[in-house]
């Protein structure tokens, strides 16, 4: 499974972006996927997660209200749109996929985040 993010990119201080995460190969068995992001100097934190049918979905306490996860299961395609951007969501994003059984994680390159205050 290969996995490629896009829609990273600099906004001001409550503005949106929407991230996209396109899944190419054996993508009949990707499960739960995810975004990440990791800030310099930090672990890589969750951001969101939503699963296969797109019926329950997972927000880390700082983006719960502005960040929303989504997903296109005929696309192939995952989303998370992010509002009300703070310069605390400067970070890398990444996408993550679940695959399998037993699961695999794959993850894509990574898209820059950057908000200015």
């Known amino acids: 499974v290969q996995l490629v993010e896009s829609g990273g990119g600099l906004v001001q201080t409550g503005g949106s972006l929407r991230l996209s995460c396109a899944a190419s190969?054996?993508?009949?068995?990707?499960?739960?996927m995810g975004w990440y992001r990791q800030a310099p100097g930090n672990q890589r934190e969750l951001v969101a997660t939503i699963t296969t049918g797109g019926g329950s979905t997972n927000y880390a306490d700082s983006v719960k209200g502005r960040f929303t996860i989504s997903r296109d299961n005929a696309k192939n395609t995952m989303y998370l749109q992010m509002d009300d951007l703070k310069p605390e969501d400067t970070a890398v994003y990444y996408c993550?996929?679940?695959?399998?059984?037993?699961?695999?994680?794959?993850w894509g390159q990574g898209t820059q985040v950057t908000v200015s205050s």
């Open positions: 190969g054996s993508t009949h068995a990707i499960n739960t």
């Open positions: 993550s996929a679940l695959w399998g059984v037993p699961q695999l994680r794959f």
